[in-house]
């Protein structure tokens, strides 16, 4: 998109992942940016999930209720409760038990302390009403946890990618002059923040996964969250140490004697943080296959492979070049 290259698809290197000489990468078989580890099915699935009317429902389910005369869903805004339908209705009527405002008073435990509401689901009265707005909360809650992570990472690598572009235009040159070295010794930041724009996607779509990884799987789920934690404290300390450690260097008005120790701790976060993705990655594309039956986990294998490579049934590798 907004490109002005093509891409051509070679077949038989088993992903669907192509990149254009723009740097865009995504998925050859559903067009979606690049996806790994989750499947384009998956990908399909949560982004109809994000734009349909189900969450807006569930929501409405969740946190209002009909007004006892014209049905209109109500939103509890204040504290009270005492409820005024909107016009032309205008209705008065209580949030506990829903009768009318004013049948409550000392007869009823007070107009702040309706008891009718505590003797009708005695009787069994509201049980299903309620049933059914807690199980609408606790979906939108789950789906809520899930969606909020998704969409931050996809912001924090937005800022990632701005970030690379400043370092490549701006900053690089810069730190050369400051540092007294030349840019082809300060490649290792590049590389850095392009293994976080990269882990940063790979993160985002493990949300995704979560979302639909079924709760009765223990096990599994377990696995998983422990795999995720411990690829996103990975990322965090990487992405902390190219985003506000470097800036020890680029403020600095002359050649830095601990420089070389920091290029040591960025490339070495770099790798570890590279290492913890690919066995994210891995693992969730095998369909979390190292949960044993029982329900116990085996430790997670080392990888040399590149962070993020998805393997796909029937795929490719793509290349691009420049349309004429």
Known sequence: PGCDSAVEYDLGSGSYDVTC???????????????????????????????????????????SKPCPKCKRPIEKNQGCMHMTCTPPCKFEFCWLCLGAWSDHGERTGGFYACNRYESAKQEGVYDEAERRREMAKNSLERYTHYYERWA????????????????????????SEIQCQPESQLKFILESWQQI??????????????????????????????????????????????????????NATGPSKDFNDFRTKLA??????????????????????DVDSQGACSKAPSSKNVAGSSKAKGGGRGKSSTRT
């Open 152 to 175: 931050t990472n996809q912001s924090s690598r937005q800022k990632a990618m701005a970030d690379l572009h400043q370092m490549q235009t701006v900053h690089l040159e810069k730190l």
């Open 197 to 250: 724009v990269e882990c940063r996607r790979v993160l985002k779509w493990t949300y995704a996964y979560g979302y639909y990884l079924p709760e009765h799987e223990h096990a599994k789920r377990q696995f998983f969250e422990y795999l995720q934690g411990e690829a996103e404290a990975g990322l965090e300390r990487l992405h902390q140490c190219a985003e506000k450690e470097l800036q020890t260097y680029l």
């Open 21 to 63: 000489c723009c740097s865009f990468s995504f998925c050859w078989n559903c067009t979606e940016e690049a996806h790994p580890p989750v499947d384009c099915d998956t990908v399909a699935k949560w982004i109809l999930k994000n734009s349909a009317e189900s969450e807006n429902m569930n929501w409405i389910l969740a946190n």
């Open 268 to 289: 070495g976060l770099t790798s570890v943080t590279r290492n913890y993705f690919e066995n994210l990655v891995r693992a969730l594309e095998n369909g979390l296959a």
